[in-house]
């Protein structure tokens, strides 16, 4: 029977594999929406100032996402094989000692596809934006701040959360 662990690692993948797959389907939904050329481009006003092919903004956008998603949960998975050294978890030496090592990176893995999942859906936020100014549904992307603050808050949340996590060893404990 697999453990909590193992049981919440693969409800994260699940999570993160299907906001892909609505980020892939919200594409192809719009895709034969979508003008010949599409914005890629923005200036500091939200205006676009440099277009794609919506062939070549629809095969980007799909990457993208693949390529987000599947870092975010290859290095979750890569994490057991990495040396100590190189792993950077406050207390490292009481967290990655061997009997606690396990346990502790199967935590920081999970983390990191919760944090694919978010950046996943940021990067969904901004191509929706992207779309409606195409659509000429909106001239800017008025969203643009909201959006990035919005992933900011939960960075900011998410590193609070590692390093309370992390922070101290219980006490009278040893490396």
Known sequence: MPSCASRAARRDVLLLA???????AHLVLYYPSLPDRV?????????????????????????????????????AQLLPRIPTSMINVP????WLAPERRNESLADVGRRLTRFGAVTVVLILALVHETILVALERKETLS?????????????????????????????????
């Open 18 to 24: 299907a906001l892909l797959v609505g980020a892939l």
């Open 39 to 75: 914005p890629s481009h923005f200036d500091a006003r939200g205006v676009a100032d440099d277009w794609m092919s919506k062939d070549s903004f629809a095969l980007t956008m799909a990457a993208t996402y693949a390529l987000t998603g599947g870092f975010f949960v290859v290095l």
């Open 143 to 175: 969203g643009f701040l909201l959006v990035m603050a919005a992933y900011g808050i939960y960075t900011l949340i998410w590193c609070v959360g590692l390093i309370r996590r992390f922070g101290k060893p219980p006490r009278g404990s040893s490396p």
């Open 91 to 94: 207390n490292r030496e009481y």
